[in-house]
């Protein structure tokens, strides 16, 4: 038996969902999701019990940070801290508020409330746009990374994807960074953006979206290297694209349940690209690894004939 799409039918931008150990839920017995600002949250929330029903949960972030203010407040990523609480990467207001940048928060529960603490952000590239779309990855030898887009597009200057390593626990960037890639397929328009990095089989897969989110075109692609640091070679052609349910689908964030791979992304109505109602909704996709090394996306399909 199936599901229907989208699994979360009005705005929720940007959405990354995580479980527990092996696909279960996590210690609580739920299943969560976060988002963007939107419906009078900092980050939204949903809460399910089988990954395609879900309820509206608490604001992860009630409180932002004294060098932050609210309303642009984008793209949190959750992920479990080594002594079991959550560490939360998010994009704010940076104390310059026309630019935005990534500040960490922490909760003891995967709803928070996050709290964050710092005196500034994280990581804020004043000079080229501003620094969004913080992605952290923990690799199997326990290193940890984050990866993130410098939001050059907002300025007039090219966005690259880049990436640093961070602490043991994942609180401290060290060392330098290190820029990935930039725009430079036909397909990916002005910019480059949310990456979201998968290993297989000794392949490190960094799932990005490109064209601009407020765009139909917008879509998804990858690119693969055999370490964390790259360097990454682009598969040229993106993998998800808009059809006739979903139109812009993208910023994708995956996880994995009895052996199969999801991906989580955002896409329009076709007839409502750029309004707030419905706004970008919550999609769900299976991810397939070819033998070949070969990476795909099932499209945007409104009955889907499986379940996680």
């Given at each position: 038996m199936g599901f229907t799409n989208p699994v979360y039918a009005s705005?929720?931008?940007?959405?990354?969902?995580?479980?527990?150990?092996?696909?279960?839920?996590?210690?609580?017995?739920?299943?969560?999701?976060?988002?963007t600002n939107g419906n009078g949250a900092n980050v939204?929330?949903?809460?399910?019990t089988d990954l395609v029903s879900w309820e509206q949960g608490p604001d992860a972030l009630p409180q932002l940070?004294?060098?932050?203010?609210?309303?642009?407040?984008?793209?949190?990523?959750?992920?479990?801290h080594p002594d079991g609480r959550y560490l939360m990467y998010y994009t704010t207001r940076a104390p310059d508020p026309s630019i935005q940048c990534v500040g960490l928060a922490i909760g003891d529960a995967p709803g928070g409330p996050f709290v964050d603490d710092h005196d500034g952000p994280l990581i804020c590239e004043t000079d080229q746009g501003g620094s969004i779309d913080a992605h952290p990855y923990v690799d199997s030898d326990g290193n940890r990374y984050l990866y993130w887009k410098n939001d050059g597009n907002h300025v007039g200057v090219d966005s690259y994807i880049s990436v640093q390593r961070l602490s043991a626990d994942g609180t401290e960037l060290v060392g330098e960074p290190?820029?990935?890639?930039k725009q430079d397929q036909p397909w990916e328009g002005p910019l480059v953006e949310g990456p979201f990095l998968w290993e297989r089989d000794g392949t490190y897969y960094l799932f990005y979206s490109g064209n601009g989110f407020t765009s139909p075109d917008y879509a998804v692609g990858y690119a693969t290297a055999d370490n964390p640091l790259g360097p990454f070679t682009k598969h040229p052609d993106p993998i998800l694209t808009a059809n006739d349910v979903a139109a812009g689908p993208g910023h994708n964030a995956l996880f994995e349940k009895d052996g199969r791979v999801w991906t989580?992304?955002?896409?329009?109505?076709?007839?409502?690209?750029?309004?707030?109602?419905?706004?970008?909704?919550?999609?769900?996709s299976e991810v397939i690894f070819g033998a070949d090394g070969s990476v795909s996306i099932e499209p945007p399909q409104l009955d889907y004939p499986t379940k996680p």
């Open positions: 705005n929720f931008p940007d959405p990354l969902i995580i479980t527990g150990p092996d696909g279960a839920p996590t210690e609580d017995g739920r299943y969560w999701a976060y988002a939204q929330t949903l809460t399910s940070p004294d060098w932050s203010s609210s309303g642009k407040v984008w793209a949190p990523e959750v992920i479990r290190k820029q990935l890639f989580v992304y955002h896409g329009w109505a076709p007839d409502a690209v750029g309004e707030s109602i419905p706004g970008r909704m919550m999609w769900l």
